[in-house]
Structure formats: C-alpha cells, structure tokens
C-alpha cells in the first residue's frame, strides 16, 4: 500500500498551475492581436463600406466651397452608398453640373471686378483730358479766385422773364450785391458777376452763391441756378462713383454729375 505525501502533492498542482498561467497568457495576447486583425476582412469593396476613423473632408476656412471640397464630399458620398443601390448616373451628372454652374459664376464675379477696374481707370484717363477747363454743374455756388475775378452761371427758366434779380451772398449768407440780368430770351440765361460788392470794390476769395429770382405768372419764383468751376485734377473714384474732378475751392464731383463743358 503506498502513500501520497501532500508536501508533494502540493508541489505539483502549484507547478501545473504555473505551467499553465503563460499559456494562458499567449491565448489572450493571440486573441487580442487576432481581434485587431478582424478590422481588416482582406476584401477591398468590403473595407471601403466602413465607416472612416477619421473625416477626409477638411475643415473649410470660409463658407465657400472649393473644387477640393466638391471632390471630397464626392468621394465620401461614393464610399457612403449602398453597393446594391448606387447613385444614379444622371443625379451624379446633375451635380456635377451643378458644382460647374457655380464655379463659372465665381470666375464671372471675380471677372466683372476686374472689368470694372479697368473701365474705371479708362474713365478717369479719359476725364484727365479736363483737367485745366471749366465744367457746369448743378450748384448755385462758385468760387471766386484772383486769377479770373468773376463767376459765371446759368438760370434755367421755362418761360421768358424781362428781369432777372441776382443776389450774391458769402459763405455765412451775408448780402454782397444785388444786380439785375434780361431774360426776355427764356431758356438757359446767362450770369456773370464780376466779383465787386455793392459800391464796386473788389472782395476776398472765396465761395459765393448766386440766388436768382423772377416774376412767374405775377409771383416771385427763386429759379435754379448752375455755376462753372474749374477742373484743377482727376481722381480715379470707384466702380460705384467712377472718376470725381476735382475743383477749385468747390470741391470733388462726379463726373456723371457735369452738366456741360466750358473751354473759359
């Protein structure tokens, strides 16, 4: 009859036990490192259909989108759809047609910016050609400089008045000289104050208006009044504004604003 030592016993179960723990060990590392394979199926169609970790369409900097953007999202659309039930090849057209659409509007903005610069430019080349003359515009006032000492205007009536009464008034509204202009012609009614007061003294430069006013149907009418000035340079303004003269003592002005041209 033979006997079992426990001492020994126990030794052995214990040298099982840790025979068995690195085995145990290699099963989990080989089930981790096989769970990791299952990510891939081996079949490119299959591995496309997943869902991508990470988005391939990039963050937009602005709210327009760039061919780059369109062809992003195409791709991801084409890797987003059922394989049973892809996206019709006149719904794909119809994009892309689309996308091209807009695109050719961008590049016309971008064009038309580029076409108003240029005719800006064109304009005020064209209205350097001023520089130097007189120009008409629609203001009852004009500056009176040493060099010419007089201010020419024009009164515009609709009907044929015999005397015309003009009052001269400085900046601050103050009564300079009263005169008198025939306008039994009508029509556009020639001005000229030759730049004295009341008593025929010179005065300063500077700004003055020319109010005018007659008798229309037995009452007193003022009557629009428009003063020459002269053009000292040309700015090149904007696409909105065009090309503004620049004048004497008066001031910018569009030159869509000029009423007439004047050579003194």
């Known amino acids: 009859m033979s006997t079992i030592n426990p001492l020994n016993t126990t030794q052995a179960v214990a040298a099982q036990s840790s025979s068995v723990t690195p085995q145990a060990s290699q099963i989990s590392t080989q089930s981790t490192s096989s769970t990791t394979e299952t990510l891939s199926t081996g079949n490119p169609f299959l591995d496309s259909l997943r869902l991508p970790t990470e988005s391939i369409v990039p963050e937009a900097n602005s709210q327009d989108l760039s061919q780059e953007d369109f062809f992003s999202l195409l791709s991801q659309q084409l890797s987003m759809q059922d394989p049973f039930e892809p996206v019709d090849n006149d719904q794909m057209i119809q994009q892309m047609a689309s996308f091209s659409t807009v695109d050719g509007i961008s590049s016309l903005n971008e064009e038309i910016v580029n076409l108003n610069a240029l005719t800006t430019s064109s304009q005020a080349l064209q209205a350097s050609g001023l520089v130097g003359q007189k120009v008409l515009i629609p203001s009852d006032t004009g500056y009176l400089s040493g060099e010419e000492g007089a201010i ?113």
């Open 152 to 264: 020419k205007a024009i009164v515009s009536t609709s009907e044929q008045i015999d005397d015309l009464m003009v009052r001269v008034e400085d900046e601050t509204g103050q009564l300079i000289k009263t005169f008198e202009v025939d306008g039994s012609a009508g029509g556009n009614v020639d001005v000229v104050w030759d730049g004295t007061g009341q008593n025929g003294e010179p005065v300063a430069s500077g700004n003055y208006s020319l109010k005018v006013s007659g008798r229309v149907n037995g009452s007193s009418e003022e009557l629009p009044v428009s003063t020459y000035a002269h053009v000292t340079s040309v700015s090149l303004g904007t696409a909105a504004t065009g090309a503004i003269l620049n004048l004497r003592g008066v001031g910018g002005i569009k030159i869509s604003d000029v009423l007439a041209v004047s050579e003194s």
